[in-house]
């Protein structure tokens, strides 16, 4: 996964947020693929939550800020996910489950959708009220 320009909201903030997101799951991705330990990849499913809780919450606080007329759907879209990475990380964590090509692609999809669909949107919206 890599960051491609066409991901750009026009908020850096947001766009460097993105960034750090698409690094995260990269790494996550890279040392799996190299053998690393359980325990090393836990805590990056960790710290990928972590990050996009943080992440997630900046945006709606933006949005909320700004009445952005989409709040709802976008806030929505937010918990889904993360409910689906935090069960990632349980059945990852317990056994039940690998991290594997699946887990990635699923990321990946989810993540550039997001960010060309919903974020776009929101982003041209925050534009027009002088956000950058």
């Known amino acids: 996964m890599e960051w491609e320009k066409k991901l750009l909201v026009g908020i850096k903030q947001f766009d460097d947020q993105h960034k750090e997101l698409i690094r995260i799951i990269s790494e996550l991705r890279s040392s799996k693929n190299s053998g690393e330990s359980k325990i090393y990849l836990k805590s990056l499913l960790f710290e990928l939550i972590s990050y996009t809780k943080y992440h997630f919450t900046a945006e709606e606080r933006m949005m909320e800020k700004h009445n952005y007329p989409y709040f709802k759907d976008h806030k929505l879209e937010h918990e889904k996910l993360t409910e689906q990475v935090e069960n ?33 949107n929101m982003g041209d919206y925050l534009n027009k009220r002088g956000l950058r």
């Not at 964590?93 to 699923?106: A, C």
């Not at 993540?111 to 669909?117: C, E, K, R, Y």
């Open 88 to 120: 990632f990380l349980e059945q990852y964590s317990t056994g039940k489950s690998s991290l594997d090509e699946e887990v990635f692609e699923f990321l990946k999809k989810w993540l550039f959708d997001h960010i060309l669909v919903t974020d776009k």
